[in-house]
Each structure stands twice: as structure tokens, then as C-alpha cells.
């Protein structure tokens, strides 16, 4: 079988990784077409894996009407290729996939792990015209959840499920001394349309962060936006690849970023996502009211950022408090990864099972924690 899978952001990449392994050890034919976005082109080069760039240049304005535009780019894009290929099924995120996918009569799987009042606009581009679309449980996609085909796990969990990321302390004591704490800040571009009224973490927010964590160990910044010079000192100057390593041995996390407070928390990490979607979003809503993870705050509650901040600090035993509730996260979740495998190697057999027997999911339960 021949299959396209489209990454439009570097989680895709980590999130897609360990399937298209197994799929191209089942003997099907993979094409992988990115646009651009972050350091995405950089992890796919570092790991020497081809690809196609059907969007090189970021858009500069984030506007309905240059998001649109980008999209027709991409539309075309994927037309020529879908043309010269002809591939059997689709797979990615990517709106323009469920309309190449339609266009051509051609299953479309789009995987999913926002709900649709949070990404209302990319929803009504994307699910009418997709085939699946393939997403947690605990996701809303009101209307189109005739299309759902839902999941016990996250997406993230595709790449930071035990089975498949070993966390290695060497790695970080490469800038971080072992028995130094140490505090991980993220601080996201916020480009996409749907951040648009988002501020997240502002450069007087992160002065106060650091005035309030130096006294209790070493900070460093992760970060897409430039920022002044005064805060150089604390960028992490780190591997690309390597994030995740950080981020499993951080004391904690402060973030604007969904996406890395999702990670965090399937780590076992505590983070504090300071954002505008706090308590909007589903997946990060269970990982905090069902297993305590992590904790959401609206950007205009600049005192309850410090003093949950200042909490964290006060907990003795915060670690291994966080890594047991990491461990019932786990025990309650299935390995995405082989489901994704299975669930894309055999269609459409596969869902015609699954619709069947939504439990059958379980097969894909399988937990080894072996963590050094």
C-alpha cells in the first residue's frame, strides 16, 4: 500500500516516527511531505529521513486570509503529487489532505487531539471533506463525531510511551550538573491563527518567573520567539532532538505551549501552562482533573501564576509524587503507536473491528517503564 503522510509541525514528526517505522517494515511505500514550521526540516535532516517541503516559506501574517492562502498553496501542492503518485491513504493533521483525499476518492485518516471549539476554523476546513477523523476519547468534535474514531490515549503518548522513549540523564548532564535543580521555561511563537488572542508568557512575566525560581536552582529557556538580550544567558543551548530529555529530568515546567504541557505531563514532569485556552482544551482537562499532572491558569491571573509557582516549589518529594501519577496515566492508556499501526496496515478491515468492538483497542495495552 502506498501512503502520504503530511507533517505540518516537529510534534508530527516525533508523533508519526515509530509508525512509519513499522509500516515500512510491513513492506508498505511511505511519501512524506512537510511545510514549515519551527525546526521541523532540521529533526527530519538530523535523522536523515526523506521528506518534500510543499510550503518553504512561513506565512507573515497571521490572518484568516493568509491562512487560506497558504492552504491553497498546499491544496496545490499535494494535487500534483497526489497526481504523480496516486497514493492509496492518507495520513497527517493537515486540512488540505481531506481535500486532496476527497477530490481524488482516496481515504483520508486525519489525526486529531483538539476539539473543535478550539480549533473551530481548521475543523470546518478539515472534517467535512475527511474520511476518519482519528482522535482521544475524551475530544469534542460535535458534529463530526460520526466520523470519530476514538481512542483511550493521547497522541503524544505515540513517542513518549516507555516502549518507545528511554529518558537518558547523560544527556542532560552534558550541560546540567546532576545534583543541581533545574527549571524549564517554554516560550511558543504563538503564530498559528487560532493563538491570535493568545499573549502567553510576555517578556515581564519571564523576568518575574526567573526572579522567583534563581534562588532554587539553574533556569533555562526554550524558546521560538526572540527575546531581549538580557535572558540570553538562560536559553538551553541543546540538541534539537534532545528536548524531551530536559524535559523528563526538569524540576518543572512553565509554559505557553499546549503541546509541550501534554508532554510534561505524560513524562511525569509537573507544568504550569499559563495560556488562554487553559480549561478549554479536553486532553489537557483529563490530565489535570483526572490525574493531576498539571494545572492550567488564564493569562490574566498573573498572581495565581506565581503562587502555583511557589507551590510546586514547596512540595517535597515533587518528583516521585508526579512519576506515580504518570504511572496510572499509563496503566489506563493503550500504546497509540501500535494502534495507529494496526489501525492504518489493515484498513479498511481495521475499522470495520473497531466499529465493531471499540474494545478491542485494549489489545494495544502494554506497559514497561524502564527508565534510568
Known sequence: MKILFHLAHPAHYHMFKYVIRNLISKGHSIKITINTKDIL???????????????????????????????????I??????????????????????????????PVLIMDEDDVTVVPEAAKLSFPFA????????C????????????????????????????????????????????????????????????????????????????????LISTERKLPGDLSQYLLQAEFNDIHHYLYYADFLIADSQSMCVEAAIL???????????GKISVLEELE???????????TEHDKLYQKINELLQIKNLRQKWQAK?????EDKIDVTAFW????????KSVKVFQKNVDYQNTFRELQINEK
Do not use: C
Not at 55 to 61: D, G, I
Not at 131 to 138: G, Q
Not at 268 to 278: E, H, K, L, N, V
Open 131 to 138: 474520511t476518519y477523523v482519528v482522535s482521544p476519547v475524551t
Open 140 to 219: 469534542n468534535l460535535k458534529k463530526w463525531s460520526k466520523k470519530k474514531i476514538a481512542y483511550n490515549g493521547f497522541q503524544k503518548l505515540a513517542y513518549l510511551h516507555p516502549k518507545y522513549f528511554t529518558p537518558k540523564e547523560i544527556i542532560v548532564n552534558k550541560l546540567i550538573d546532576k545534583n543541581v535543580r533545574f527549571f524549564l521555561i517554554r516560550v511558543s511563537d504563538l503564530s498559528a491563527y487560532h493563538d491570535k488572542d493568545n499573549n502567553g508568557l510576555t517578556i515581564e512575566i519571564i523576568r518575574k518567573i526567573i526572579e522567583i525560581l534563581a534562588p532554587h536552582g539553574k533556569i
Open 268 to 278: 511525569g514532569t509537573p507544568s504550569i501552562r499559563f495560556s488562554g485556552f487553559a
Open 289 to 299: 482533573h483526572k490525574f493531576g499532572l498539571t494545572f492550567g491558569i488564564q493569562i
Open 41 to 75: 526540516e532540521q529533526l527530519l535532516i538530523n535523522d536523515g529521513i526523506q521528506y518534500e517541503n510543499i510550503l518553504q516559506k512561513r506565512r507573515k501574517y497571521n490572518t484568516k486570509f493568509h491562512a487560506l492562502l497558504a492552504l491553497i498553496k498546499k491544496d
Open 77 to 106: 501542492k499535494l494535487f500534483q503529487i497526489q497526481i504523480n503518485g496516486n497514493y492509496d491513504i492518507m495520513v497527517g493533521t493537515e486540512a488540505a489532505l481531506s481535500h486532496i483525499g476527497w477530490l481524488f476518492r482516496k
Open 326 to 330: 504518570r504511572h496510572k496515566m499509563l
Open 341 to 348: 499501526t494496526w489501525l492504518i496496515d489493515n484498513y479498511p
